[in-house]
């Protein structure tokens, strides 16, 4: 093992200490040769220990996994993406994409320090950061790592971009301009039932239920179950389109990224910023808590861990509390109707 650090002596007789790989000498401000000899000798012993147990490591290591000595974070990135299916397979294959990951894509995970992700955060965007530490939350997980890179708290933060909802009066706009049929009922659909793009874009004419009025789905992204009521004004959008098959054919084959694409140019036309599709999700929670829609509803509606649904209710909206004898009054006026849930007890809901 090379030694970083060695010994000599100036004119002066004081003694010096050369750093071979950053070729920088700092003087010992010693005359005697003894304590200078210990000095470097404690330099070199304090770099070569870590390098040495790194060797350890690796020849443990090798014993157990030959080829995880070898293994690199692009190997990690192409682990994720052969595991994931559809829509999330798309986004693993754009975030791959991220020029600030060429910092360490070819590094060994065994050789990974601190720096080079925080270079790599500091490089990049949000998404960045979002996505590096999953691919080290998954070397952990696979026990490709011996220990976490950059310890869980140590983690720089992460801060969005202010998102709001689109407005009513913004969406009229859009729609009012749209000239396109298919994609002005899509935005239509965006408004009054809050899935997301890719969800709506891929509903099938069989996904509903017109004796219960109900529309039922899977979700791309977490692969549960939707079940989504609508009322007068999505049926008569739904009307609109194919009886059969894709309600949505072109649309549908569009790739989320163009879709996006789209609406921001219409938008730009109409001089609306801040907004994109996912606005229209932000605007369905905000109205569901404007009118006192329940939040375990809204959860269902959305999602159990729909950022939109917890910013609404948590602050995002503001909702006028009727008083409780008004309430009261509207219950004895049969203006709240009691709702079965199955396995539930009865919970009332406006009418």
Not at 185 to 201: K, N
Not at 286 to 312: C, I, T, W
Not at 324 to 342: C, G, H, N, S, T
Request: aromatic share 10%; proline share 5%.
């Amino acid at each position: 093992m090379k030694i970083r650090y060695r010994l000599f002596k100036r004119d002066s007789g004081v003694f010096y200490m050369e750093d071979t790989v950053k070729h920088r000498q700092m003087s010992l401000k010693t005359k005697n040769k003894l304590i200078a000899q210990r000095l470097v000798q404690a330099k070199n012993e304090a770099e070569q220990q870590p390098a040495l147990n790194l060797e350890l490591a690796r020849t443990y290591l090798s014993a157990s996994d030959p080829e995880l000595v070898n293994k690199t974070w692009q190997g990690v990135f192409e682990a994720i993406i052969q595991s994931k299916n559809g829509v999330n397979k798309e986004r693993w294959s754009r975030a791959n994409k991220d020029h600030a990951y060429d910092l360490i894509r070819n590094m060994k995970i065994l050789e990974t320090r601190p720096e080079n992700f925080l270079k790599v955060m500091e490089l990049g965007t949000v998404a960045t950061n979002i996505f590096l530490r999953r691919i080290h939350n998954f070397a952990l997980d696979m026990s490709w790592l011996p220990k976490p890179v950059i310890p869980r708290k140590q983690w720089p933060g992460i801060h969005f971009k202010p998102k709001r909802a689109i407005t009513y009066a913004e969406h009229v706009d859009i729609i009012e301009r749209e000239g396109n049929p298919e994609r002005k009922a899509y935005y239509e659909l965006c408004w009054h039932l809050g899935g997301s793009q890719g969800d709506i874009a891929n509903l099938n004419a069989e996904d509903i239920d017109w004796d219960n009025y109900v529309i039922s789905y899977f979700r791309q992204k977490t692969k549960q179950i939707a079940l989504l009521h609508f009322g007068d004004q999505v049926a008569a959008v739904l009307r609109k389109l194919p009886n059969k098959g894709p309600l949505f054919p072109y649309l549908r084959k569009v790739r989320s990224t163009d879709r996006a694409t789209e609406f921001k140019q219409r938008c730009r036309g109409l001089k609306i910023y801040g907004v994109t599709l996912h606005s229209y999700r932000y605007a369905w929670a905000e109205r569901a808590k404007m009118v006192g829609y329940p939040e375990r509803f809204a959860m269902e509606a959305l999602d159990h861990n729909s950022q939109a649904v917890h910013r609404a209710y948590a602050k995002g909206a503001k909702m006028n509390l009727p008083a409780l004898e008004d309430y009261e009054k509207a219950v004895r006026d049969q203006k709240v109707i009691p709702m079965q849930l199955p396995n539930s007890k009865k919970i009332a809901i406006s009418s």
